[in-house]
């Protein structure tokens, strides 16, 4: 049951002072959206220079060098950093919030974040999150308002999650015109390891074959066009963050590898047996489904 310090959590997202550590595309864009709705939006960043960059480019009231800080003056603390970061950030910075003050991460590997957050201090209201947006570019310069404007924003609330505190981080998403969904930790790995992390493979795993296949024809670039660049896409995103969800997310990635690679069996036996008929009906049962959801999709 979550301890007395609940009492103390603020009701509206217009009287919260929010801290958001990271000010790459997430957090800069998340700044974008809150400020000027919130009584004071700090961003933390970790160079001199990005201080006045920050400031400049309008997506906080306030940046500083100084995350203890920041985060001791802090309603609200949202960690928008790579994952490994965040559990290092949740150890050294989340004992040092004042009591009621609610710790959101921004996350893509709920399980051993949640954990982390598990093990903060009781005065600490923690809720993990992940929205479900973003760009393969990277940095303040990529950011932008609006961007998490129609996309789900998982929440992963702990059972010592106070309601007022789940509350907060409801009303955020919502402001952000995004669409709260709450899911447990190892459900949302699950799930993102197949519609998101393994993407990033595939692609990255089709990039790597066509430089292979450049290395005896050349002319293969040349007459790469749409098909390629729309699948590819995401292979050309941040590789540090990816790499620390690939590796945070091990055991669930690695799943959905193998599950991947017996699809591209099954398909890859049909075509050796010229099984037209069953893989005429496997691929447009495939294509079906991808236009069902992204109708679906729309009318969210």
């Avoid at 990271?22 to 974008?32: K, Q, T």
């Avoid at 309603?75 to 949740?90: C, E, G, S």
């Avoid at 050294?92 to 009591?99: F, T």
Wanted: hydrophobic share 50%.
């Amino acid at each position: 049951m979550p301890d007395a310090s609940s009492s103390h959590l603020l009701s509206t997202l217009a009287s919260t002072h929010v801290v958001i550590i990271g000010m790459g595309l997430m957090g800069a864009s998340l700044g974008y959206d809150l400020r000027g709705h919130c009584r004071r939006v700090t961003g933390v960043v970790r160079r001199p220079e990005a201080v006045a960059e920050t400031e400049a480019s309008g997506c906080v009231d306030d940046a500083t060098l100084d995350a203890a800080a920041a985060v001791s003056q802090a309603d609200l603390v949202i960690l928008a950093t790579p994952v490994r970061t965040i559990l290092r950030q949740i150890a050294e910075l989340g004992p040092l919030m004042k009591p009621g003050a609610v710790l959101l991460d921004m996350g893509s590997a709920k399980t051993e974040i949640c954990r982390a957050l598990a093990a903060l201090p009781e005065h600490v209201q923690p809720v993990g999150g992940h929205p479900m947006c973003g760009k393969e570019t990277a940095g303040l310069a990529a950011a932008e308002p609006g961007l998490y404007a129609g996309c789900t924003f998982v929440l992963c609330p702990l059972p010592r999650t106070a309601p007022a505190a789940l509350t907060l981080a409801q009303e955020l998403v919502g402001f952000i015109r995004a669409r709260a969904l709450l899911l447990e930790p190892a459900r949302h790995d699950h799930l993102v390891a197949a519609i998101s992390h393994l993407p990033y493979l595939s692609a990255s795993a089709l990039v790597a074959y066509v430089m292979a296949v450049a290395n005896d024809d050349p002319v293969v670039w040349n007459v790469a066009a749409s098909g390629f660049r729309d699948s590819s896409r995401v292979a050309a995103s941040d590789v540090k963050m990816l790499t620390d969800i690939l590796l945070t997310n091990r055991l669930a990635v690695l799943e959905a590898i193998d599950a991947f690679l017996a699809q591209l069996t099954t398909l890859r036996a049909m075509v050796a047996g010229e099984e037209e008929k069953m893989l005429v009906e496997r691929l447009s049962a495939i294509a079906q489904a991808r236009r069902s959801w992204e109708i679906e999709r729309k009318s969210y």
